[in-house]
């Protein structure tokens, strides 16, 4: 049973920075996709970030480039979203998801595309 749990979010001035963690377990993760999503008040869940386990390849939304990383750490089977110079439209409920990753036609930057979710973590950026 794959088991995802988000960490690390909270308040944050507008600029300022936030770490989230996402500690997986159940599975062997070398061979999945790790994603973050977010989802803000009456919107639809957005992407943020993927990356994929095996090789740690990131892929990122437009609107995030250059200001979060998301990387992972094999041996805490942790993966992290740092995010830097925090607007208040990313306050949202930030989603860690997985799903074993399929070289092909998808993209992994839909939610659909992911059969594993953690419950979430809440990012609030005051301005």
């Known amino acids: 049973q794959v088991q995802l749990v988000e960490s690390g979010g909270g308040l944050v001035q507008t600029g300022g920075s936030l770490r989230l963690s996402c500690l997986a377990s159940?599975?062997?993760?070398?061979?999945?996709?790790m994603g973050w999503f977010r989802q803000a008040p009456g919107k639809e869940r957005e992407f943020v970030a993927n990356?994929?386990?095996?090789?740690?390849?990131?892929n990122y939304a437009e609107s995030v480039k250059d200001r979060f990383t998301i990387s992972r750490d094999n041996a805490k089977n942790t993966v992290y979203l740092q995010m830097n110079s925090l607007k208040p439209d990313e306050t949202a409920v930030y989603y860690c998801?997985?799903?074993?990753?399929?070289?092909?036609?998808?993209?992994?930057?839909?939610?659909?595309?992911?059969?594993?979710w953690g419950q979430g973590t809440q990012v609030t950026v005051s301005s």
């Open positions: 998801a997985a799903d074993r990753f399929l070289a092909g036609t998808r993209s992994y930057m839909n939610p659909r595309e992911y059969d594993y």
């Open positions: 159940g599975r062997t993760f070398s061979s999945y996709i």
């Open positions: 990356i994929r386990w095996s090789t740690g390849l990131p």
